[in-house]
Nanobody, 117 residues
Framework: QVQVVESGGGLVQPGGSLQLSCASS????????MGWYRQAPGKQRELVAE???????NYADSVKGRFTISRDYAKNTVYLRMNSLKPDDTAVYYC???????????WGQGTQVTVAS
């Protein structure tokens, strides 16, 4: 069983920055992909950013140029650096890690990000 725990959410003003962290109970060398998803009220969960084992990165169009996904193997942690935040970025952000392709993987409990004046 793999456990992932997100942290770093909070309230930030438009234009501000936050960094989310996702700590894994298992070595992140094991994962074929690690990603961040978000779900706003009344909307479906969507992919925000993902990093593959080969370091290939994939971003939602809405966050390209503003968000950066990275990882620290020594800390078994994946990060999401969010700059130039907008009210539309308000959502619960979830971390997901996958050991195998075409599987749901493991989810964290989510961390709330609120962008408001």
């Amino acid at each position: 069983q793999v456990q992932v725990v997100e942290s770093g959410g909070g309230l930030v003003q438009p234009g501000g920055s936050l960094q989310l962290s996702c700590a894994s109970s298992k070595s992140i060398f094991s994962f074929i992909a690690m990603g961040w998803y978000r779900q706003a009220p009344g909307k479906q969960r969507e992919l925000v950013a993902e990093i593959g084992r080969s370091s290939t990165r994939n971003y939602a169009d809405s966050v390209k140029g503003r968000f950066t996904i990275s990882r620290d193997y020594a800390k078994n942690t994946v990060y999401l650096r969010m700059n130039s935040l907008k009210p539309d970025d308000t959502a619960v952000y979830y971390c997901n890690v996958r050991l195998q392709p075409d599987t749901d993987g493991y989810w964290g409990q989510g961390t709330q990000v609120t962008v408001a004046s």
